[in-house]
């Protein structure tokens, strides 16, 4: 949104009024209600006792939080240093035009399209080592693995789970930013004889940013928000090992039913996105910017 | 020796330039297969029993049955849930959209009060766990007598998908220069008759490309379409969670049911591939 030469116009949050009401009601009607309740105690629907903070500070001393927040954290990495660079390096590498174009994308988003409890079912059984084709083809390899019996092949196991899961994503929005780039900028590149890495340092990388920016933050988020795919390959298990934040609040919400500690977290959770999120952006802001002057 | 015909650093250039191609066209591939085994996994369990798949290891079935299929198609229960599931997500896709529009349009073209703040609020919404509104949606929506409607899925679905859209589309008209605006106000067009005669045929390749991401997000979400829906409306995601019964899991079932949870979605894609390739063409990205 660069607003250098923009008019002012209030009359625009008019336009904007609809989203506003979609988003209100869907969202912080929500919203509200959590709050509400992350500061009682409900015994019952209808006794409740007003506790303050109590619950923030609970959940704040909660070890349990601690340990699936950093695993959060580091699984929310892993994704993204595995999953950007695969994904800029799949969008080099798509056909630009002609038949092969529509077939390598039509493949590449099929993954995409698969709602993610299937997602969890299909790896379910393609990792199993006496039916499935990965674990049979592990075994044979000589390779102990089992995604439920041991917590590393697990942890790993989700990882490329979510990467064959969400590269394309990633793929796709960089193809696109690709695409826009005119014929015209290659030719030159090729009359002062750059480098391949030139090429794409001066040229593909920076068209890319405004797509690489959209795919980091959803990756981001997306990915510290995961819930279902886990939850059905590993049910947060071997031990803790797969149990992220997402998981650790339905057990908490809906197994314990301790509505005032989940709403806390709830809200504690949405924080740390937001703030990390907020941090993300600017940075990729800034660093998109000191890009620009520095080519041109 | 071919220096003498070609100066060093054009030949070096050209030739890591071949082999550069090479090398990431073998990668795509290696990607495709890795991609695509997953799936040829499922579809090869969805035409076997559920014997097959449970005792022996095979490559594919080595008795064909289109059982699995039979039963999907047959069973109101099961294809009444890819009805239910097409209904919101068409619902919420057509809401998502025509809320965006005029919403990224004011973003892209004017500066107001508090833009910036909205626009990143917006997305904020993106960001909330949706873990967090079960049981807020489930209340609020059991109040207003929306529980198990295709509407109340299709409305709790905007929270995600609305910021997605306007982001999207925003992309997309910032990169129509303002002048046509301007010459089309001078040549004396109201807003609506502008916007949907001149503006949107100019931005049909985002139209589709945010229309394709409302669709795919909505269509996978299971945790809150499950919670808001029983019978009448429930999607084919929940029911799929069904075949997770006491006598084990439904194997082949589950698989064909997967199978054909990827056709609709397939056929979306294939309609806006090609605004995917222009994609953001426009010049902003």
């Known amino acids: 949104m660069s607003s250098t030469t923009k008019p002012i116009n209030q009359k625009a949050w008019w336009l904007v009024l609809p989203v506003f009401l979609c988003v209100a009601f869907s969202a912080v009607l929500p919203l509200m209600t959590v709050v509400n309740y992350s500061v009682q105690d409900i015994i019952s629907p209808e006794r409740r006792v007003f506790v303050g903070t109590e619950w923030f500070a609970a959940v704040m001393r909660d070890e349990d939080l601690h340990a699936a927040l950093l695993r959060q954290l580091g699984y929310s990495l892993a994704v993204l240093a595995v999953e950007i660079p695969l994904g800029i390096v799949l969008a080099l590498g798509m056909p630009a035009q002609g038949w092969k174009a529509s077939a390598v994308l039509v493949l590449v988003a099929l993954s995409l399209l698969i709602p993610w409890n299937v997602v969890g079912t299909i790896w379910q059984i393609y990792g199993r080592a006496d039916i499935g084709l990965l674990g049979a083809t592990l075994q044979r390899l000589g390779i102990d693995y089992s995604y439920t019996g041991n917590a590393r092949d697990a942890w790993i196991t989700v990882l490329v789970m979510d990467v064959w899961h969400w590269t394309p994503l990633v793929a796709l929005l960089c193809y696109a930013g690709l695409r826009s780039i005119p014929d015209a900028y290659y030719q030159a590149a090729r009359i002062d004889g750059a480098s391949k890495f030139a090429v794409f340092r001066y040229i593909q990388l920076p068209k890319m940013r405004g797509v690489l920016m959209i795919a980091v933050l959803l990756r981001f988020m997306d990915s510290f928000m995961i819930y279902t795919e886990p939850f059905v390959l590993t049910g947060g298990g071997p031990g803790n090992a797969t149990t992220f934040l997402s998981q650790y609040l339905t057990q908490k919400a809906v197994g314990q039913f301790d509505l005032g500690p989940a709403a806390a977290f709830s809200l504690i959770y949405f924080l740390i996105i937001l703030l990390l999120c907020f941090i993300l952006y600017n940075w990729m802001q800034r660093v998109g910017t000191a890009d620009k002057t520095g080519v041109e | ?285």
């Open chain 2, 1 to 285: 020796m071919n220096a003498v015909v070609m100066p060093a650093p054009m030949r070096s250039a050209k030739a890591s330039r071949a082999i550069g191609v090479q090398k990431r066209s073998i990668f795509l591939v290696c990607y495709l297969v890795f991609a695509i085994l997953p799936i040829y996994w499922m579809v090869m369990m969805s035409f076997k029993t559920n014997e097959e798949i449970l005792s022996s290891f095979s490559l594919w079935p080595k008795h064909f049955t289109w059982d699995n299929y039979k039963t999907i198609f047959t069973d109101a229960s099961w294809y009444s849930g890819y009805i239910n599931s097409l209904i919101y997500v068409a619902i919420n896709t057509v809401i998502s959209i025509s809320v965006a529009l005029p919403a990224a349009y004011a973003f892209s073209r004017y500066r107001f009060l508090g833009d910036k703040h909205v626009f990143f609020w917006l997305l904020t919404n993106r960001m909330t766990p949706p873990a967090v509104f079960l049981l807020p949606f489930f209340q609020l929506y059991t109040t207003l007598g929306l529980m198990d409607t295709h509407i109340a899925v299709a409305l709790a679905h905007l929270v995600f998908n609305v910021p997605l859209a306007v982001w999207i589309l925003e992309g997309f008209m910032s990169g129509i220069p303002r002048e046509i605006d301007e010459t089309a106000y001078i040549d004396g067009y109201g807003f609506p008759r502008f916007f949907l005669t001149i503006f949107l045929p100019l931005i049909k390749a985002g139209v589709g490309v945010a229309a394709f991401f409302c669709f795919m997000f909505s269509w996978v979400e299971l945790l809150l379409a499950r919670t808001l829906t029983s019978v009448n409306a429930k999607p084919i995601v929940a029911t799929m969670t069904r075949t997770v019964s006491a006598s084990g899991m439904d194997w082949a079932v589950l698989a064909a049911a997967g199978v054909l949870t990827i056709v609709p979605g397939a056929i979306v894609i294939w309609f806006v591939r090609h605004y995917i390739a222009k994609g953001f063409a426009m010049g902003r990205v």
